[in-house]
């Protein structure tokens, strides 16, 4: 009981913190930008949600916009600063913040041709490419994006440009152009623009076209988007109110319920009886915030609700999914609830970690909060930091991390991007699993297990088609031994991520010792004694070396793939092995989706698929009706009872989903 309310009260503690914190966000409205005037097909990304834009609607920051063949976005911003026009075949991410001195516009343009007549005195304007980087006040210029290479062009009518990249900097006056093949330094020469195609010269002298009707920003706190009859060219867009939701947010048009939610039937055996269960899973999004419900409803024999799910207060605290704010990226975040994936670093320490091992038939609540510099105001060494506990009821395990470019500001290529952290993660109870049932075993050893670790990462080379970083880490685990990762090497080609990297472990180490496996490993029963998994770290009794391969790539938006091995030499650690299958859109009659993954850690011949260490689920969903789906859910791991002896533990469920 002492331990229930300990954990009550530190939910209700975090859940003042971050309203709190999220209330101090709301006082200001988000900085935004407006689409005057759009032809062809443009397309908004607005929060990972797909969007057809037209004249009148809002982008907001983080926001991804691109058009198709023959066609045109004329964007203007909240502070009056900007008037950009994007052409046919781009993408332009916007990021935008409010400071001090005026509006940050940090434009990311990935590839096509954007137009930009920037004022003077209204803030800041950048436009980022794959090879260089624009900085501007008060000029109109031309920046075009090869696809092929990612080489950047800059055009400057008027006023003049920093342009940079990782080998230096130079200043490009009016009639001059730029070029930046990200590999040398950025080179300048005089251009008359007639190279400038005539569709886009012809489209930079147009008048800007603003139908009649599009809709009115207005300034005033808690008022909704009101429709003005009439607005002209001169018009000045007002500051929206951070309660303002624009109805390009990606609302769910022609669904029985104003937001996304998903619902299922079958049937459950609870001591021996067996319960109808009707599930419901909605989701909700409000400004920042999203809420995901799993609610549970269990009717008996005699069409009656099972009350124990609905007596206590961690009854209802289960019935959350996830409650969480921003995103990852953004200045704060946090998240409660389950995490299907957690990592830290270079994932030495913690890597696909899950809360959510056992679910839903076992539900943990958890925590994680994370802010970056802009929310510290230490924007000049990229501050950041995260904090994680996967369970607010028990407190047991924690992990943390900060991170920052301490040498940001040196202005030497490459060491600049330096980026450098510190991980930490703990169990101060392995054996919680048991805690209600100790004193029917013999306990080896009850203590806690730490680890802490330090990281650097560096990016290398960055063009449209292929990117590549460099990182290290080292950690150890306390009283035990080390490893080190050194050299790694991250690159993106295509459709295709790759890690490769090199290991070296002390003996008494493992490797990802806080993996997705955990929760089951932690803590494990032979005959009538309580092992931990850090009794285990003294069975590995020589240093080990060896590489670590892994690629994930989207196959013709039709399947994931996930592969990752590891073969260590000179210990007992031997090879792992991840794999995973996602098959999103399928050729094959009333097949919704399918999904396989399998891994295996630290064995000698992987002839033998079991292993305590192995574990293998598969989903698949299957429509028995339009916006029915029959889904089947499996789950098998292995448990060590004796020598030599395994057994399965397997979970699965058949149940009944609807799509409303």
Not at 384 to 390: A, E, K, L, Y
Not at 472 to 494: C, K, R, S
């Amino acid at each position: 009981m002492k331990r229930t309310n300990l954990g009550r009260n530190v939910i209700l503690f975090l859940a003042v913190f971050v309203l709190y914190t999220s209330l101090i966000f709301a006082q200001e409205a988000d900085p935004f930008a407006l689409i005057l005037s759009v032809k062809g097909e443009v397309i908004l990304n607005h929060n990972q949600k797909l969007i057809s834009a037209e004249s009148g609607t809002l982008i907001f920051s983080g926001d991804i916009l691109t058009t198709k063949d023959n066609s045109l976005a004329v964007i203007r911003f909240s502070d009056n600063g900007a008037i950009t026009k994007l052409f046919s075949n781009g993408t332009l991410t916007v990021n935008l913040e409010k400071k001090d001195d005026g509006l940050v516009k940090k434009l990311k343009f990935g590839v096509g041709d954007l137009w930009s007549n920037v004022k003077d005195e209204f803030g800041s304007y950048s436009v980022e490419t794959p090879t260089s980087v624009a900085a501007i006040k008060g000029t109109k210029f031309l920046t075009s994006v090869e696809a092929e290479t990612g080489y950047s062009t800059i055009y400057v009518y008027a006023g003049s440009i920093e342009f940079r990249n990782e080998f230096g900097v130079i200043d490009i006056p009016a009639g001059n152009r730029g070029f930046s093949s990200g590999l040398v330094v950025p080179t300048s020469e005089p251009s008359d623009f007639n190279e400038v195609p005539q569709k886009i010269q012809k489209e930079i002298k147009a008048p800007i076209e603003i139908p009649v009707e599009q809709e009115k920003i207005k300034s005033e706190k808690k008022e909704k988007i009101e429709k003005s009859e009439t607005q002209t060219e001169t018009q000045e867009i007002q500051t929206a109110s951070a309660e303002t939701i624009p109805k390009s947010s990606g609302e769910k048009s022609g669904s029985l319920f104003p937001f996304p939610m998903t619902g299922g039937i079958g049937s459950v055996t609870i001591d021996n009886l067996v319960y109808s269960q009707i599930r419901l899973m909605p989701e909700f999004r409000i400004w920042k915030f999203g809420i995901g419900l799993d609610l549970e409803f269990l009717i008996d024999g005699d069409g009656k609700l099972r009350k124990e799910d609905w007596q206590h207060f961690d009854d209802y605290l289960n019935k959350f999914l996830y409650l969480q704010f921003a995103q990852k990226s953004d200045p704060f975040y946090f998240r409660l609830g389950g995490f299907p994936k957690v990592k830290f670093g270079q994932g030495l320490i913690m890597r696909d970690y899950t809360n959510m091992l056992n679910y839903p038939s076992h539900k943990q609540f958890g925590v994680e909060i994370a802010a970056k510099s802009r929310f510290f105001n230490l924007d000049r060494y990229d501050f950041g930091f995260d904090i994680f506990c996967p369970n607010v009821y028990d407190l047991d395990i924690f992990a943390g991390r900060i991170e920052a470019k301490p040498f940001k500001n040196f202005n030497i290529p490459f060491v600049k991007n330096i980026k450098i952290g510190l991980t930490g993660a703990a169990d101060f109870n392995q054996l919680g699993a048991y805690e209600d049932n100790l004193d029917n075993y013999t306990i080896a050893d009850s203590s806690s297990v730490s680890i802490i670790g330090l990281d650097y990462s560096l990016p290398v080379l960055t063009t449209k088609l292929f990117s590549l970083r460099h990182y290290g880490e080292g950690a150890q685990i306390t009283d035990y031994g080390n490893g080190v990762i050194f050299p790694g090497f991250g690159a993106h080609f295509l459709i295709f991520d790759m890690n490769l990297e090199y290991r070296f472990f002390d003996k008494e180490f493992e490797p990802n010792y806080f993996s997705y496996l955990y929760d089951a490993e932690r803590a494990y029963l032979r005959v009538d004694t309580l092992y931990t998994k850090k009794e285990s770290l003294e069975d590995i009794t020589a240093t080990s070396q060896g590489w670590r391969g892994a690629l994930t790539s989207n196959i013709g938006n039709i399947f994931d793939l996930s592969v990752a091995y590891e073969d260590m030499k000179g210990s007992e650690l031997g090879k792992s092995i991840y794999a995973q299958l996602d098959l999103k859109k399928t050729f094959i009659p009333k097949l919704s989706h399918a999904s396989a993954r399998y891994s295996q850690t630290n064995v000698e011949d992987f002839r033998i698929w079991k292993s305590p260490t192995a574990s293998l689920e598969a989903q698949v969903g299957y429509f028995i009706s339009p916006g029915s789906l029959l889904i089947i859910n499996y789950k098998e791991r292995y448990e060590e009872i004796e020598d030599d002896e395994l057994e399965t533990i397997t979970s699965y469920s058949f149940g009944v989903q609807f799509e409303f």
